[in-house]
């Protein structure tokens, strides 16, 4: 299954992904912000200077 988030009027500050057993992805607009949550706990950070926060491993098959 996939979502597309795709709306330019979109004025929400948060969208929902849920998933089985009351599990839940969010998308959080917070000021300038994105974050990117999972339950209560905040995985990602994006800021307009393109800074990019994360909490945990970042794992990768390539060049970071």
């Known amino acids: 299954d996939s979502v597309l988030l795709k709306d330019d009027t979109v004025t929400a500050d948060s969208h929902f992904i849920s998933g089985a057993s009351g599990s839940h992805w969010e998308i959080v607009k917070s000021g300038t912000d994105l974050i990117i949550k999972y339950g209560s706990t905040s995985l990602m950070k ?7 926060t994360v909490t945990g491993d970042i794992i990768t098959n390539g060049t970071i």
């Open 46 to 52: 994006l800021d307009t200077s393109g800074n990019l």
